[in-house]
C-alpha cells in the first residue's frame, strides 16, 4: 500500500501541468498545450493597461500566413494571453508583461456557434485559470465587444507581417 | 530540359521559405525555423515605436519555464521580433503592429562569445532579412545597449509570467 500512494503520488506531480482547469460555463475546454502554439500578433491595449500576445492552433496559423482570415477556417483557434503593464526596471520607455490577468479563446465553428458569430469564446482569469462567466450567456458579453470587428469575422487581430 | 528547367523551379518554390538570408557580419546565420518558437514574453517601447515579441528556442523556453535564465543555459537562443507600432483601425486605444523591423538574436554560448559577454548577437532589417552591420564590430553596439541589464546576464526580457 505503501508502494502504491507514492506511485499514485508520483503520478499526479507528473500530471501536475497537464490537470485541466474546470470548463467554460458553455462547456468549452481549456485547449491543451496552448503555451506551446505560435505568435499571430501582439498588441498594447491603453483603454485597460494589458499587453497581450495572440497565439493559434495549427489551422490558425496555417490560415494568418496564407493570408487567408476573413473568414478564419472551421478548426482554427485564437488564444489570446494578457498580462498587466508593467514598467521595465532598466529602462523605463519599454512596457513589459507584469501579472498574469487572463488567458481568453476563440474557437471557430460556423455550425455549432452559429449564434454567436460562427466563435465560441470562452475565458480562464488568473494563474489558476478560473473559468469567466456565471453561466453561458457571458459569451454575449464577448460578442457585443467584437461587433465593431463583424466584418474581419468578428476577429480583432491581424495577423502580424512576418519575413 | 524542358521537364528539368519546370522541376528546378518547383524546386526553388518548394524552397521558398527557406532560402536563408545572407549571415551577419560576424557569421552567425539566421535561425531556422524561428518564427515557430514559442513565446517568452513582449514589450512596447515608447522610446522607438515598436511592438515586440521575444520567441526562444526549445533550450531557451525550457530555460524561462524553469526560472533558470541567470544566467541562461549554454545553446540557448533569443529571438526578437519588432514591428513599427500603429493603432487598430476599430480600437483605437490597441496599440497593435504595423510594418516589420527586424528580427534580432541572442545566442548563449559562454565560450564562444566570452568577448560580448557570453552572448552572440545577431539582427536582420526587413521584410527581406537584410543583416546588420557593416563588420563584426557591430556587436559592440549591441553589447553597449544591454550593459544597464548585465546583471540579468545581459538580457532584458525577463519570461511573462504564465499559469
Known amino acids: 500500500m505503501k508502494e502504491l500512494s507514492h506511485l499514485l503520488l508520483l503520478a499526479a506531480f507528473a500530471m501536475g501541468s497537464a490537470i485541466a482547469a474546470d470548463p467554460a460555463p458553455n462547456g468549452i475546454t481549456l485547449p491543451q498545450g496552448y503555451k506551446d ?3 499571430i500578433s501582439v498588441s498594447d491595449r491603453s483603454d485597460n493597461n494589458t499587453l497581450r500576445v495572440i497565439l493559434g492552433n495549427d489551422i490558425a496559423v496555417q490560415a494568418a500566413r496564407a493570408g487567408k482570415t ?18 521595465h526596471p532598466k529602462w523605463e520607455k519599454a512596457t513589459v508583461p507584469g501579472d498574469f490577468v487572463q488567458a481568453e479563446f476563440m474557437h471557430k465553428d460556423s455550425v455549432k456557434y452559429a449564434s454567436t458569430g460562427g466563435w465560441g469564446y470562452a475565458r480562464w482569469v488568473g494563474l489558476d485559470q478560473k473559468p469567466y462567466g456565471k453561466d453561458a450567456s457571458f459569451a454575449q458579453e464577448c460578442v457585443g465587444c467584437h461587433t465593431p470587428v463583424k466584418d474581419n469575422d468578428w476577429v480583432f487581430t491581424h495577423p502580424a507581417k512576418l519575413p
Chains 1, 2 share one sequence.
Open 37 to 39: 502554439w505560435r505568435v
Open 70 to 87: 476573413n473568414p478564419w477556417p472551421d478548426g482554427a483557434i485564437l488564444g489570446k494571453l494578457a498580462w498587466e503593464n508593467s514598467v
